[in-house]
């Protein structure tokens, strides 16, 4: 299995199963407990992980993945051109509180770039999927699915989307200063990107940490659907960083260059 389109059939394969996992864990009930870093980790992010990192493994045996769980472990992957991100619950605050938006993010580097990635939403069996230069889509659990695009924003003012729990609100207000907004609206996990991927919004600013299995698959949905995710600097947001951290940056939908 070599060719992007068949490991994006993998990826969402694997992404629906975990999401599955966590529902079930879910419906269950789970234990909460605080990582090194004050985030929060429950039994649903370690088996979600644990089973994109067999599929993984079992399909690619060669493959080189950075998973979440596993770095804050101290597992340490080996440098390689190309690597999977594994976030495997993506939005945990919101999971453990009984919200709705968390994902599970599968997203496949080369050279420093995101070239595919899924972003499964287990509480609505949605799955965001694209592969960069070919095109990006939206689905449901029964295989279906349609095409999706960033859009220009329109004469109305930007749709702004922003975190629900790690805002700057000054930070955001400095940036929105300049600009005609026509609204704000808030969400956790990686669903910020999938709404400007599929031209419900127009920017998403992100001041604050961030790691690179955060952002990893969503950005290849977005950059698939037409869109740009770069630092607030205005160079592309990168892979491979030491210690997996992001700058601040900024994703766009399509638009006329400032």
């Not at 399909?59 to 804050?72: I, Q």
């Not at 609204?183 to 999938?194: A, D, E, P, T």
Request: glycine share 12%; net charge negative; hydrophobic share 40%.
């Amino acid at each position: 299995m070599s060719d992007d389109a068949s490991l994006l059939s993998l990826a969402i394969n694997l992404a629906q199963r975990a999401a599955a996992e966590i529902q079930g864990i879910r419906a269950r009930g789970f234990q909460v407990q605080s990582k090194a870093d004050r985030s929060l980790v429950t039994d649903a992010d370690h088996a979600s992980e644990a089973l994109i990192l067999a599929g993984l493994r079992q399909a690619l045996p060669d493959c080189n993945v950075v998973a979440e769980e596993e770095s804050a472990a101290g597992v340490i992957a080996p440098s390689r051109a190309e690597f999977w991100l594994i976030d495997p619950l993506d939005g945990t605050l919101e999971f453990s509180g009984g919200g709705n938006d968390f994902a599970v993010n599968i997203g496949l580097v080369r050279a420093g770039k995101p070239v595919l990635g899924v972003v499964a939403l287990p509480a609505s069996g949605s799955i965001y999927s694209g592969i960069v230069g070919v095109g990006a889509w939206f689905g449901q659990g029964n295989g279906d699915r349609i095409a999706i695009s960033a859009r220009l924003p329109p004469p109305e003012g930007l749709t702004v989307v922003t975190s629900r729990h790690h805002g700057d609100e000054a930070r955001l207000g400095a940036f929105l200063a300049n600009r005609t907004v026509a609204s704000v609206v808030r969400f956790g996990s990686s669903l910020k990107f999938c709404s400007v991927a599929e031209g419900n919004a127009d920017v998403y600013p992100r001041f604050g940490r961030t790691m690179e299995w955060d952002t990893c698959a969503p950005q290849a949905v977005v950059e698939a659907a037409g869109g740009t995710v770069e630092s607030l600097g205005g160079g592309p947001l990168g892979y491979g960083k030491p210690g997996w951290d992001n700058p601040d940056f900024v994703c766009w939908g399509r638009r006329v260059h400032e």
